[in-house]
């Protein structure tokens, strides 16, 4: 059985909540970072809060995406590209979801 995560006694929405935790393990920043970034939406919060929200939701978020199995329906994206390097043509592939 899955195990909801809960926002309650969160001063914050949850959409902050998980954006905040979403940026910090995405990206190669700091608390610092994401703490200035969401001031920079006007969102004023302690580097210290985003830290204890990552500590607690983190873990939860990472269950719930890897829980995800692939399907058939799922549209993926191939970009091609060629190079050249020293003289010689190469393909380059790279494929998003």
Known sequence: MSK????????FPPEIIAHAVWLYFRFPLSLRLVEEMLL???VVISYE???RWALKFGPAYARR?????????DVWH??????TISGQKHWLCRAVD
């Not at 909801?4 to 001063?11: A, F, G, V």
């Not at 995406?65 to 329906?73: C, D, G, I, N």
């Not at 191939?78 to 190079?83: N, Q, T």
């Open 49 to 51: 809060t985003i830290r």
């Open 40 to 42: 920079e939406r006007g």
């Open 4 to 11: 909801l995560i809960s926002y309650k006694r969160h001063r």
């Open 65 to 73: 995406l890897r829980r995800k199995t692939p399907s058939r329906r």
């Open 78 to 83: 191939l970009d091609e590209v060629v190079i």
